[in-house]
């Protein structure tokens, strides 16, 4: 485990265990039982669903982590970036899709990556791309397993189902020599624009619907889709009825959750395992205010879902033990390294001198995660461990 020789202990009346009192602020803390608890439903999930699980790395970008979410699956996983494919590959990862869109600049990378593992599966959706990939695979005589992206919806990336160039440029994909081609891939990105657990599931039905359509187009056309692949946090925790014709699914935030997932229904309060430990550096009682030494460098300046609570501020401030909750409290102003806590009533603040720590739940813990190089793992008020993500691209 990590060092933990830090300052700013704070006073016994936050009853906080001596361990977290000695670390240095602001860190990242991650509840290893609730990453068990979730990791475990998500996975019940999917087998109830009758679906593989291939869990989504980008929100932790940790190993541990990543074993818990393989933990009695096929073992597939996916990635955001092509440091997180070698990271994993380096721990024994061996059957890595990258969920994002090919760069073609890139190709070199792809194929050392390929030669590591047991399948090494890329996205492209653009006929410049196909072509990239057809020059490079008869230059190298070796093949490279290719997911056709599909936009569900989102309208973030991806080919139109319903359009006769999509079929067309998979037709083409198929019957480029160097390409293996291995199905279709959604995402419902659009998802986290839903207010209630009800605007999720009729999104989680869209996403099922968009691509098996497609993959059953494809199929009258006379190409084989061994894989229909779809996912998003929330429309797995609040999934479509059932998921015929999809063969995996891909679900990622679930593993720490954020405040995002809490506003939307997508999961509870209980289930968000990060959060950032800070410590209050200034105490305003003419201003209801306090300072932490948490800013835009440890929380992120994500509103998080401001289509449901338009004031909810950078984050949700809890005790240290994450038992009790202030939230009437707002984190309104983050600058590089200061946050300011506004509270209702300034006798508040009494309770909270200066050098008292604070958790904070974030908005976004995929980004909030990303800012941090150790991640120090609790049980309780006790650390147990310390987790070090890959970081980069």
């Not at 006073?11 to 068990?36: F, G, N, R």
């Not at 440091?83 to 760069?103: K, M, Q, V």
């Not at 996205?123 to 230059?139: C, F, K, M, N, W």
């Not at 998003?232 to 925790?237: E, V």
């Amino acid at each position: 485990m990590s060092e933990a020789s830090q300052e700013g202990a704070p006073s016994k009346a936050h009853d906080v265990a001596p361990a977290l009192s000695e670390l240095k602020t602001p860190c990242a803390l991650v509840d290893a039982e609730i990453v068990e608890r979730n990791t475990s439903r998500m996975a019940e999930t999917a087998s109830r669903l009758g679906v593989a699980l291939r869990p989504h790395l980008k929100t932790h970008k940790c190993i541990e982590v990543g074993r818990l979410q393989v933990r009695g699956h096929f073992g597939g996983v996916t990635v955001s970036t092509l440091a997180e494919a070698r990271f994993f590959a380096d721990h024994g990862f061996r059957d890595i899709t990258w969920a994002f869109p090919l760069p073609p600049g890139q190709l070199d990378e792809v194929f050392g990556l390929a030669d590591r593992v047991d399948q090494f599966q890329v996205l492209l959706d653009h006929e410049v791309t196909r072509a990239r990939v057809e020059e490079e695979t008869a230059r190298r005589g070796r093949p490279l397993s290719v997911l056709l992206k599909v936009d569900c919806g989102y309208h973030r990336a991806g080919v139109d189902p319903r359009d006769p160039e999509s079929l067309a440029l998979a037709q083409r994909i198929v019957a480029t020599p160097g390409i293996d081609f291995r199905g279709v891939l959604t995402h419902a990105g659009h998802s986290y624009d839903a207010r209630t657990p009800d605007e999720i599931r009729i999104v989680s039905r869209q996403e099922r619907d968009e691509v098996v359509a497609f993959a059953r187009r494809l199929r009258q056309a006379g190409i084989e889709v061994p894989t229909v692949s779809l996912g998003s946090t929330p429309t797995l925790c609040v999934p479509a009825e059932h998921l015929e014709g999809v063969t995996e699914v891909r679900p990622g935030n679930y593993a720490f959750f954020d405040l995002f997932q809490v506003a939307v229904g997508a999961c509870r309060r209980e289930d968000v395992a990060f959060s950032v430990l800070a410590t209050v550096v200034g105490h305003y009682p003419e201003q209801r205010k306090l300072l932490i030494n948490a800013g835009a460098l440890a929380l992120s300046k994500d509103l998080g879902a401001s289509h449901v609570f338009p004031d909810g501020g950078f984050g949700r401030v809890v005790s240290v033990d994450g038992g009790t909750e202030y939230p009437d409290w707002k984190i309104t102003s983050l600058s590089q390294e200061h946050g300011q806590v506004i509270v209702p009533k300034a006798d508040a603040l009494s309770a909270f001198p200066v050098g008292s720590p604070l958790r904070i739940l974030p908005n976004h813990s995929c980004l909030t995660a990303a800012l941090f190089d150790v991640y120090h793992v609790v049980r309780g008020n006790e650390i147990i461990d310390a987790w070090r993500p890959i970081r980069c691209w």
